[in-house]
Nanobody
Framework: QVQLVESGGGLVQPGGSLRLSCVVSGNAIGIKAMNWYRQAPGKQRVLVAR???????NYEDSVKGRFTMSRDNAKSTVYLQMNSLTPEDTAVYYCNANGIWRDYWGQGTQVTVSS
């Protein structure tokens, strides 16, 4: 089992920044990638950023150049640095561990971008 706990969400003004954290615990053997998803009200959950174990990182087009995903393996933590935030970034952000046998999800953290 893998447990994921997100933190770092909150209310921020347009143009501001936030850094989300996801602490990974448990047996992470078989996890091949870590991902950040988001789900806006009334919309489907979508993949925002993906980090594979070979070091590759990919981003959804709307966040390219603004969001940066990183890992600190010593702290078993995955981050999502979000800059130049807009109201369209408002959503619940979820950490996801993509495993060989199954996926794991965190509880989500709310990000609200509003003036």
């Amino acid at each position: 089992q893998v447990q994921l706990v997100e933190s770092g969400g909150g209310l921020v003004q347009p143009g501001g920044s936030l850094r989300l954290s996801c602490v990974v615990s448990g047996n992470a053997i078989g996890i091949k990638a870590m991902n950040w998803y988001r789900q806006a009200p009334g919309k489907q959950r979508v993949l925002v950023a993906r980090s594979t174990n070979d070091g590759g990182t990919n981003y959804e087009d709307s966040v390219k150049g603004r969001f940066t995903m990183s890992r600190d393996n010593a702290k078993s933590t995955v981050y999502l640095q979000m800059n130049s935030l807009t109201p369209e970034d408002t959503a619940v952000y979820y950490c996801n561990a993509n495993g060989i046998w199954r996926d794991y999800w965190g509880q989500g953290t709310q990000v609200t971008v509003s003036s």
